[in-house]
């Protein structure tokens, strides 16, 4: 049997959630349907954070309550605080994603928090959710580096994640938001972390702002890491860390797992058609190198 790895898309948040034009919500909801339909086991479909700090994701009740859930698919949505907690709630959530940083300067221009006043605030919103069955995802950023304080101790990504798992999440992604890293330094950062939690609590969540995401994704896959966050035709961007591109793109980071023989249930020529779609939805050219050269 192959080894299996879990791709996590995240496309329709972390690809749309900084996009100028507004997309409707009946393109969303058929982007989110068309990723689940080419197989991915995971689609994180929109984010419950305020519209005031980022108006794209104003529809999120309408995008999650209107999608048709495949069985065996999981849809999560970031949640900032209980406020967002109680309207994914509302429009029917299975699974959260939570969110802070490995540094303060970041969370605070992310999230109007320190690191500590962040993982305070997000207590309630864990023990709330777990208490309704809600699975409880978790991201860390700027694990290889922040865009206002430059580079970030390992100890604080590790401490960050501990905290985290403590508070009862089930999986922590680690983000390389504004992707400064390289292979060895992701590699480095990744084992402290399993160290501390377990190589099966962590994921991979890296930006290809230097063209480095690949890369790093194949050093922590060598370290052992089986779960990695992507974002189909390779779009998006944090809206509070300038000059963070896309994602590593989905089909490009499943054209290499599949080379190496990793199995992941994706049919890439459905994902290769979505990206296209996707990118001609927004009037651009796909990001993907993939794309480019079936389109
Ligand atoms: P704040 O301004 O400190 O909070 O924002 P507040 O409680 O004072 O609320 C301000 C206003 O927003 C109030 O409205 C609230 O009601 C409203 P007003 O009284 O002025 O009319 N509000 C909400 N409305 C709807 N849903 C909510 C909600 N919360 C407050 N949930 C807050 C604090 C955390 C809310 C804000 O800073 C925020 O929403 N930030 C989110 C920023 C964001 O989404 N960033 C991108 C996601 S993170 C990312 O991309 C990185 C990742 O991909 C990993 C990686 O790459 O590293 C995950
Ligand atoms: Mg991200």
């Not at 809600?134 to 922040?146: D, I, P, Q």
Request: hydrophobic share 45%.
């Amino acid at each position: 049997m192959k080894p299996y790895v879990k791709v996590v898309e995240v496309g329709p948040r972390d690809g749309l959630q900084n996009e100028k034009q507004l997309v409707p919500a009946a393109t969303k909801i058929e982007l989110i349907q068309r990723l689940a339909d080419a197989g991915l086991p995971v689609v994180e479909a929109t984010s419950f954070v305020s519209p005031k700090w980022v108006p794209q994701m104003a529809d999120a009740d309408e995008v999650l309550a209107g999608i048709r859930r495949k069985a065996g698919v999981s849809y999560p949505v970031l949640v900032p605080n209980v406020q967002g907690l109680e309207r994914a709630f509302a429009a029917g959530v299975e699974e959260i994603a939570v969110f802070t940083a490995a540094s303060s300067a970041f969370t605070q221009k992310n999230i109007n928090a320190t690191v500590e006043e962040s993982l305070a605030r997000l207590a309630p919103v864990i023990e709330q959710a777990l208490a309704k069955n809600v699975k409880v995802r978790a991201y860390v950023s700027t694990a290889l580096g922040c865009p206002y304080q430059g580079d970030v101790p390992v100890s604080e990504v590790v401490r960050v994640t501990k905290a985290l798992v403590d508070q009862g999440v089930y999986e922590i992604s680690l983000g390389d938001t504004i992707g400064v890293g390289t292979p060895k330094k992701a590699r480095e950062m990744l084992r402290a972390c399993a160290d501390a939690v377990g190589m099966d609590k962590l994921a991979a969540h890296f930006h290809d702002t230097r063209g480095q995401a690949l890369a790093n994704v194949l050093a922590c896959l060598e370290e052992g890491v089986r779960v990695v966050d992507a974002s189909v035709s390779g779009l998006g961007g944090c809206p509070y860390a300038n000059g963070a591109s896309g994602n590593l793109a989905t089909e490009d980071l499943i054209y290499m797992l599949h080379g190496m023989g990793f199995e992941t249930g994706v049919n890439l020529d459905a994902l290769v058609d979505t990206a296209v779609w996707m990118s001609g939805q927004l009037d651009r050219l796909p990001a993907s190198k993939l794309a480019r050269v079936k389109r």
